[in-house]
């Protein structure tokens, strides 16, 4: 296991190690609940507010660790590549669509021109 992995797996166990704590808290918060000791009661809130502000510094920190991460930068570089693909496909789209367009309006002109002709040579259907 890599340092990578290593600091991963501490910040897994840190973060479960604090919902333990605050799964504890809770019940003991609701016992002085309970009790109506609101002394307690605050304390133990402090405590609980202080560890999921634990949490919310261990979220920012893998955030930052992943900002940082080779792989990452990699999967960026791939949907920028993606990107640049999708768009020169949509432009080659763009122009067959164009190129259509135009041979719809040329058929409709010779279609004119016919209907013209029609007037002075008959035609056999």
Do not use: W
Not at 2 to 14: E, F, H, M, S
């Amino acid at each position: 296991m890599g340092p990578t992995d290593r600091a991963q797996r501490l910040k897994i166990d840190t973060r479960l190690a604090i919902f333990e704590n605050i799964n504890a808290l809770q019940r003991q918060r609701k016992a002085a609940i309970q009790a109506r000791d609101a002394a307690s009661v605050d304390a133990i809130q402090a405590s609980i507010d202080t560890l999921h502000d634990q949490l919310d510094d261990l979220s920012f920190m893998s955030l930052e660790a992943l900002e940082d991460s080779d792989e990452l930068r990699q999967t960026i570089a791939e949907l920028r590549l993606a990107a640049d693909a999708l768009e020169d496909e949509a432009d080659n789209i763009k122009t067959v669509a164009d190129a259509l367009a135009k041979a719809a309006r040329i058929i409709d002109q010779t279609v004119q021109i016919i209907e013209k002709l029609r007037q002075f040579v008959p035609f056999p259907m």
